[in-house]
Every structure is written in structure tokens, then in C-alpha cells.
């Protein structure tokens, strides 16, 4: 299934952190925070926002912003470009 953003929004795809561990002691999936790191999936028709972001950018997002949704066992976030705070380069 394809998904096409609309307007200013982005279609993103939030990297899953490994478990965390401290010491011995496994932190329960419960208590590990959301993502803010994703690679963008589908970009909408918003000239500017295209100009700065491209599909397979990774890029750092608001940490309550956005709508998460699944798909196919997968998670999505749609987010609007005020919620992206930047681009990981290199």
C-alpha cells in the first residue's frame, strides 16, 4: 500500500531503538521512549518542504508530534513540516 502525504505533511517511518540495558537490568519495552528519528518514507506537495526534505532523509522530529498509525505489522507517523526540527547529514 502506497501512502501519499497531503499538503505540508510527511510520511515517516521512526527507527526502532535496540533494548535497553542498564547494568543487568533489562528496561521493559513500556518504559522506553517514543522515537524522534525516522527516514522519510513519502513527502507532500508543499514546494518548500520539498526543497528540504527527500524521501530516505533521516531526520529528527518533534517527540509528541505527529499521528502514528500501522500498517502491514509496520508503524508510520505522519507528521507536519513545523513538527520536523532538522536532517541528519552524513
Known amino acids: 500500500m502506497k501512502i501519499q502525504p497531503l ?6 517511518k521512526p527507527t526502532e531503538e535496540k533494548e535497553k540495558k542498564l547494568g543487568s537490568i533489562i528496561v521493559p ?4 521512549e517514543k522515537p524522534q528519528v525516522g527516514v522519510v518514507e513519502a513527502v507532500g506537495t508543499d514546494e518548500e518542504l520539498q526543497k528540504n ?4 532523509d533521516k531526520v ?3 517527540k509528541y508530534g505527529g499521528t502514528e498509525f500501522e500498517i502491514d ?6 507528521v507536519q ?3 520536523l526540527l532538522g536532517v ?3
Not at 519495552?29 to 522506553?32: D, F, L, P, Q, V
Not at 526534505?53 to 530516505?56: D, H, L, P, R, S
Open 7 to 12: 499538503e505540508d505533511r510527511v510520511l515517516i
Open 29 to 32: 519495552e513500556t518504559a522506553k
Open 53 to 56: 526534505v527527500k524521501v530516505g
Open 60 to 62: 529528527i522530529f518533534a
Open 73 to 78: 505489522g509496520t508503524t508510520y507517523l505522519i
Open 81 to 83: 513540516k513545523s513538527d
Open 88 to 90: 541528519l547529514k552524513g
